[in-house]
């Protein structure tokens, strides 16, 4: 079955304490993006990549760091977090990121910063 | 002015109505629209992606776009409970910048029995 998985779905951790939500696809996609979703605000783009290494800043890249060492894993990293990070998190990948190519979205991880 | 607004509702209607969902966008070099359906505590899912002017239908489904007006909808026909949910409006440019999507904020819709 084609998709996007997120880990963990659920986490609730202190700031400060590093952390790192993995994304990982199986449909040979080169695109792959981090959001975040937060109430009244929509869905943001932190940071999208694409392709293998190339990666590049969305609106909204403070605090995060990502990496691309293979296709079909794009791990989401917060060195530091702070309880402004608290929010829903998802990962998408479409197959080439450009014109019409829809993405297609994992199932979201929430994350609580105390 | 926010780039893609859409109201966030919520929307109520009786099952079997019809829904309209709209979004406005300020800037002409959007190209490509999509709209995606969320679920309570799923990832948003795409239901219909255009980049011409016009209507295109897939099933109860009818996606319009006006970009001379700078306007798209979702319409749902003989509305069901299974189509409660946040519905998303989003965009691309072509071109330079087309890796991005620019989301509205989402409408929940609800449609009761």
């Known amino acids: 079955e084609a998709q996007v998985t997120q880990n963990p779905r659920y986490l609730i951790t202190v700031t400060g304490k590093k952390l790192t939500v993995t994304c990982s696809q199986n449909?040979?996609?080169?695109?792959m993006s981090w959001y975040r979703q937060d109430p009244g605000l929509g869905l943001r783009q932190i940071y999208y990549s694409m392709n293998v290494e190339v990666t590049d800043k969305g609106d909204v890249p403070e605090g995060y760091k990502v990496s691309r060492k293979e296709k079909r894993n794009f791990p989401l990293i917060l060195e530091s977090p702070s309880p402004n990070q608290t929010s829903l998190y998802f990962c998408?990948?479409?197959?080439?990121?450009?014109?019409?190519?829809?993405?297609?979205f994992g199932d979201g991880t929430r994350l609580s910063i105390l | 002015q926010k780039e893609v607004e859409q109201d966030p509702g919520p929307l109520s209607v009786p099952e079997g109505a019809i829904v309209s969902l709209n979004c406005t966008y300020s800037n002409s070099a959007f190209q490509y629209f999509m709209w995606y359906r969320q679920y309570s505590r799923k990832g948003p899912e795409l239901l219909m992606y255009?980049?011409?002017?016009g209507n295109k239908e897939d099933g109860r489904f009818t996606a319009q776009v006006d970009k001379s007006s700078k306007y798209i909808s979702l319409f749902i026909r003989d509305s069901q409970p299974s189509d409660s949910a946040t519905y998303l409006c989003?965009?691309?440019?072509?071109?330079?910048?087309?890796?991005?999507?620019?989301f509205g904020k989402g409408t929940k819709l609800s449609v009761i029995p």
């Open positions: 998408a990948s479409s197959l080439t990121g450009t014109g019409n190519q829809p993405q297609h």
């Open positions: 989003a965009m691309k440019y072509s071109g330079a910048g087309s890796y991005q999507l620019t």
């Open positions: 255009t980049y011409s002017s």
């Open positions: 449909m040979n996609h080169e695109y």
